[in-house]
């Protein structure tokens, strides 16, 4: 079966500061890599993915990801955050042959003033 | 636009109560997908739907059942409501390809008293 960590569940930091938010995935066959995001009371939106090709991907508001086969990670960065990413950002995994989306715990980015 | 809609944001419901959430998407996507959200677990997969009264279940099946008549519409079912079912309710669809994006709703959040 596959799962996802998502290593931090809280990540506190400075507007304009980088941020990294980590995601571990365990799985032995191909997948597809997804970052969403959910602001306060609203539904998740998709960030990016990854799919094949180059393992850098990004994604909007400046957010890129890197796949990392062989580290089995998936980390989502930003070079410098602002006050309006402060949301909730989950990791997901979608296994090859599989169709079902299966998520991380969530990490919560506070971005203070 | 793409549309996934939860038909109630807010739902109270007594202890042993049949309950019933639907949802519908407007994008004539085969895959459709119930979720529970909680703090510190994030979203973990209850069932999945590929195709018309076909399901799977996922993770936390237990105390739930699921119905997919139509294409377009899912329902999640509460079989007699218990006090640790409250919780975010997420629905979400896509297409039939594993590497697509998942469409979200905005959520119903249940609580049973």
């Known amino acids: 079966a596959q799962s996802v960590t998502q290593l931090d569940s809280q990540v506190p930091v400075f507007e304009e500061a980088p941020v990294e938010l980590r995601c571990n995935y365990s799985?032995?066959?191909?997948?597809?890599l997804f970052w969403y995001v959910q602001y306060p009371n609203q539904g998740l939106q998709l960030l990016l993915k990854y799919l094949s090709g180059s393992t850098l991907v990004k994604g909007i508001n400046g957010f890129e990801a890197e796949f990392n086969k062989s580290q089995t990670s998936f980390h989502l960065r930003k070079p410098s955050v602002h006050i309006s990413d402060t949301a909730e950002y989950f990791c997901?995994?979608?296994?090859?042959?599989?169709?079902?989306?299966?998520f991380g715990k969530g990490t919560k980015l506070t971005v203070n003033p | 636009d793409v549309k996934v809609t939860q038909s109630s944001r807010y739902l109270v419901k007594r202890t042993g109560e049949k309950v019933f959430l639907e949802c519908v998407q407007d994008?004539?996507?085969?895959?459709m997908f119930w979720y529970r959200q909680d703090p510190g677990l994030g979203l973990r997969l209850i069932y999945f739907?590929?195709?018309?009264?076909?399901?799977e279940k996922g993770d936390i099946p237990e105390g739930y059942s699921v119905s997919r008549e139509k294409k377009e519409r899912f329902s999640l079912i509460l079989e007699s409501a218990s006090t640790n079912q409250t919780s975010m309710y997420l629905c979400a669809s896509s297409t039939g390809a594993a590497n697509t994006e998942a469409f979200f709703g905005q959520g119903t959040r249940l609580t049973v008293v």
């Open positions: 997901a995994v979608v296994r090859g042959g599989s169709e079902k989306l299966v």
């Open positions: 739907s590929y195709d018309v009264k076909m399901k």
């Open positions: 799985s032995s066959v191909s997948v597809y």
């Open positions: 994008m004539d996507h085969e895959n």
